[in-house]
């Protein structure tokens, strides 16, 4: 069985600050992360994934998270955030071969940008 | 190309009816998965269907079944709706199983009273 514990419900940041998003999993078996963004009364949209290759991976918008087996964890960050930033950010984690392609997502972290 | 569509985008229920919602893949798609997202919490993987044959199931009861159909589009359906049914229903096309890349649609707000 997959878990994933997004640390922080809200973050704030000011325009231009670096934005950081805490994700931790649990998986028995190597995990495929996954991080999706979610704007307001709209569906998620793939932000990046990890499979097993680099473990610095790069996505859309500026974003990038790194995948640390030692610390189980898939942070995501921007070096710069912008105002069109502010989304609820999901974490999502789904183990190769299991049945059902089942992604098991954590709580969401809602982030706020300050002008 | 479209997205994932969903249909209806919102809809009124009172508790005791039965609904139905539909999803149409992204072209080329073959797996549909569905999940429920409750206000504030992240989404609970519901079903996936690929090839027209159910693939995983989540831990929701026997009121809600699926099915997918030979174009590649799926229905959700509920029945005997409860309060607390209320919730975003999101579906999600891949192109294959496991591990695979989902694309969401922009759901379906589904409001029981």
């Known amino acids: 069985a997959q878990s994933v514990t997004q640390l922080g419900s809200h973050v704030s940041v000011s325009e231009g600050a670096l934005v950081l998003l805490r994700c931790n999993y649990s998986?028995?078996?190597?995990?495929?992360l996954f991080w999706y963004v979610q704007y307001p009364n709209q569906g998620l949209q793939l932000l990046l994934k990890y499979t097993s290759a680099a473990t610095l991976v790069k996505g859309i918008n500026g974003f990038e998270a790194e995948f640390k087996k030692s610390e189980t964890s898939f942070h995501l960050t921007k070096p710069s955030a912008h105002m069109s930033d502010a989304a609820e950010y999901f974490c999502a984690v789904t183990a190769p071969g299991a049945a059902g392609n089942k992604l098991t997502f954590g709580g969401g972290t809602r982030v706020l940008v300050k002008p | 190309d479209a997205g994932v569509t969903q249909s209806p985008t919102h809809l009124i229920k009172t508790r005791g009816q039965h609904v139905t919602l539909r999803c149409s893949p992204i072209?080329?798609?073959?797996?549909v998965s569905w999940y429920q997202q409750v206000l504030g919490q992240g989404p609970q993987f519901i079903f996936q269907y690929y090839e027209k044959e159910e693939r995983g199931r989540g831990n929701f009861p026997d009121r809600f079944s699926a099915r997918q159909f030979p174009n590649y589009s799926s229905e959700l359906n509920v029945n005997a709706l409860l309060l607390g049914d209320s919730a975003l229903y999101l579906c999600?096309?891949?192109?294959?199983?496991?591990?695979?890349?989902?694309?969401f649609g922009p759901g379906t707000r589904l409001t029981v009273t």
């Open positions: 072209s080329g798609h073959k797996s």
């Open positions: 998986s028995s078996v190597p995990p495929y």
């Open positions: 999600a096309s891949s192109f294959g199983t496991a591990g695979t890349e989902q694309y």
